[in-house]
């Protein structure tokens, strides 16, 4: 009996191995991008019925694993709270670094509120470069001011 | 006597305040991005010579402050190792939710390195929509591939 | 010179103990609920122009202080991550112990997504009860769902 | 043999997945509320001998997994004391950026002393809003003060 | 400008070393046991506005520590989550080795719930014993059963 | 093979779970105090030969947990340095609210030293009262000074 | 089935042990450095096709550990944060005590940036001594200045 | 009245950014690396009289704070176990990357043992390499062998 | 006013480092070890009116210091839970890889209980040797059996 | 297959609890101190191939477990960076309390270097005492100075 989703995401990842499937070519296989369906692979997000039985096809999985896809999971991809892996932890640094420079200009275009993590969405693709190619990344996150009351 | 960079950041900080000075202001005063200054007024990045006059100017800055704002300082925006301020935690849970996909993504398109957070820049600007407006973010950071020896 | 909003918040909250003042009287004065006003004066809220004059002129703080009011402010306020004041700490534990529970039933209801503590209220009252008088908490917050892209 | 009640909520927890079992209807089999019940079934409280069987009926359970049921569990419902899930952060946030208001708004209005935790409630309904539903949550524990002596 | 409780803490400590005060002396100027006395003067409890004055005489506090001594303080008196001085350790060590035992008994004894440390008293006292004198502690907190709704 | 007294700790515990064996009758069977078997079933105390042999047979244990439980365990009860469970934190919150009053009044009584928790008992015990019954708790340690070299 | 490279790490480790393989062995067999050989096979990084199949070889892999030898790893090799085994914990010291003199040298001679640890490269020799041989290691990274935009 | 080697390493760094002092400066007026000199001036290692005292002119140090400089330190000069700077951060990612690789490499060579960071010396330089300059770290350090009795 | 036994620490080694005292003429002063005394200076022991007056004298220290060095102080001399310094840190790595070894062979010799380190004592001295000279330390600590009850 | 030393520790610990094995009985077949003896079985060192074979036929140990004995092992036999065995954080606090004490007395006697935990040894033993018998631990350790160059 399956008693959780990184069991699932287990599975998922063994097998994508083992085959050699492309994340690119799942996302196609559901009609999503490549950013949302690895993070549902992964254990991040949510799938529908329709989504989670594509899945089960690609990756063999039991029906009981295709039941647990479309559980909302515990979320949080990482093994410590702050990453060991250098590529992770770049990103850790951005965070560090220029977190304080990310809320000053944030408030200072929207005023007190955030950038949503929910109503986001990412977009990773290879920027050509002369020097050296670059990752380029666009996050869209919804502004949602504080409530006053 | 200053002996630290931190303090620079204090007096800057605090003087922007009381005169109501805008990070957009300073970023034309030098001629460069509103990111890259305000991260080196928050004292992240480290100034020339002529900016740092003017950033002197700006603030009101004594001549050791100068001095200071010309070294490399030791880097590292947040109080705590993970980040208790909403808009900046955000950040930090796109990295922990995210983290495993935009790993598993970058080595789908690039192989095995890292995304540099050096040869890095970051452009946060408001996307109008009328759902609500966003913010859209473009980090672009070049691809460093892991050395085999 | 004041050089963070803690500094602020020090001397609303020495004169407030000095004073004798009422959290209850400044929200009045202010025109917002007793909880919106108490967390801002506790520097976890932003003031717009009126409402810090209007708190400046309560505490008898200086210009640079009102300034300061205005300014959104790096939030969190406890000094530990585990909260050891038994008050809040009772908090902290209907968290830890509840979580599980909060997840599946907003889960249950919604589906995958947030309820959002951005787009939120607390109202904190007084509940007459014959064995012993409660607190009575409401919270509302948006439902926030998973944006799928 | 079953050594822990942990294992028992996982034998819970993945027979609601396969049986697509929902909360709400565990709740009315027993008679009481969608928290409390929800809590129980994830290790959190204790069932008495009748409820323990009734839930052992419904997810299929041995017997020694009702009488693990019946015992007085080791609480405490999240991996890390700082909780990496989007949902159950955002609650952590709450008592953060709240906390200090929280007991400054108790006290003044019952003086020194607690919320209870123990004889407390929860109520977790939808609250229909034009602008996007909301999660409406009542919080209700008995006031204790500090005996002194 | 006193801006904490810790502040006149400090006050207190400092003077109690200065003159050689006991704390028994002071629980008998204010007619409360040693524990409860002691535990207030060290920025745990809150005194009311008699109490606070006799403490103000004892220790020569200027009216703004008075004033402090009778607002409810941010409880927890320990610098580190382990403590690392030897006595306190001890204590520290009981729970550690001792916490599973307490909680199986106290169960076995009244059911699910706990005891309080709210509705709570404590008494210190010597133990003449041939063998070495002990220290004798009586801790008495009430029985809180799990409210069931 | 048995590899560690945990092992025998979850062999114990699933047996009392699955016989509704109370730990007052197995103490009685020892001719010890409750606190003290307690602790040393949940592998926090070292049992002579007999008083294994009476626990084997109580509980149904092979010979090679016999063996493990005459050996000095590893001790310490606790999953985390700060228990979650609401039973076990009241008694870390009483350490750290009341940690520095301890620490004040056994130096008050006794001078430089600690109270051993070693040469230490326990007794845990109903009270009755009228407005709701009591935990009461007697701890009984050796008062140990410091020795001058 | 084989769910991460942590598995395929341990099979190598494992069988090294049984056969006596030596590090300097496997480097030669697939033609690079035995710092980077050793890295690749405590899975810190990825082996192309040829060189997986070797290693599959050597230590007598089956072929899904091998096609897990070529996808990146989840980098890090180090149980705790500050490593407890004394070889690596006097690396970790020397980071410590020397870190901010490395810092303060390498800004000197190239100004604010970092050096790699991506495009970088060990070499770790007996540097024979009359006093007893040294550990001599080489350590080359390219400088990365940071990008003003 | 200087109570600390710290405050000394604070008088140092801040005349050194007033007077734009160079660390190679300060090495070669004392006779030894810049890498000990460093280290030195920034509160890691002792110096001899006569070295204190050049130090003590060179930045104008009175001269109770040539007297701590003689003084062996408290040594260790991160202000967080995981350092935040990137510079200083990618050398802890080398020891977590590399640091099982370094053990089994230097256990292959030298047996069980440590290469000591006390017997121990560091040089930093330039290497030219046509794709961009590098940073070349010698770092030479005794082997000791784990003593066997 | 001096509000803790850290200040006077603080005067005393201030005092120390600049009048050039030695430890061990402390020591003699007060016709104690050089262990226990400097422990005491260092704010870990009590000392007594005699003895504190003798300190008073050697260090110049006002009549409230000499009060404050009788009163027990809170211990521990550790900045950090894991010391960074290296000589502290290998006393650290001693209990850490011969932790367990030293728990198996007291319980051994002794049977279960613990080695007091309050009843305890402590000699470091010079041990000649032509391969280099040693540190011997010897430790004693009262043998404390568990006591059952 | 075994795949790492701890489980030869487990091996080794369950076989000596099964069979009654003395450590001294061990030292003595392999002619060692049963301090170094111990260690190596608990995995702190390393065994040379006839030791490993007699340590092998002692606990029947299978040829796999003998050649894991002859690797140097990951060190550090705690669970937790600050020990929760009463035993074993004795000597933590030794380590915390007498810290500074033994850092400056090594200091005064040898100048600035460490006491070696490598080239070092240890020895417990029985001191009896009319008061109770004392454990008496020497350590011996060379003293390494830090190197200038």
Redesign the interface.
Known sequence: ????REEVT??I???K??K?I???AVAEAIG?????T??AC?G???FDKKQAETIGELFDLPD?AV??LQ??P?????????????????????????????????????????????????D????A?P???????????????????
Chains 1, 2, 3, 4, 5, 6, 7, 8, 9, 10 share one sequence.
């Open positions: 009996m399956i008693s959780s287990q599975l990842v063994a097998t191995v083992q050699g492309k994340w690119s999503l991008s490549k950013e949302w690895t993070a992964l991040q997000m949510t009981e039941a647990w559980i909302a515990y979320k949080g991809s990482l093994p410590t709270a702050v990453p060991t892996d250098p590529l992770i932890y770049r990103w850790y640094e951005v965070v560090n670094v220029y977190g304080s420079t990310i809320k000053e200009l944030i408030h200072e275009e929207f005023g007190d509120g955030i950038m949503s993590a929910i109503d986001f969405s990412m990773i693709k290879r920027e470069c020097k050296g190619d670059r990752v380029n990344v666009v996050l869209s996150g919804k502004f949602l001011p504080y409530k006053t009351y």
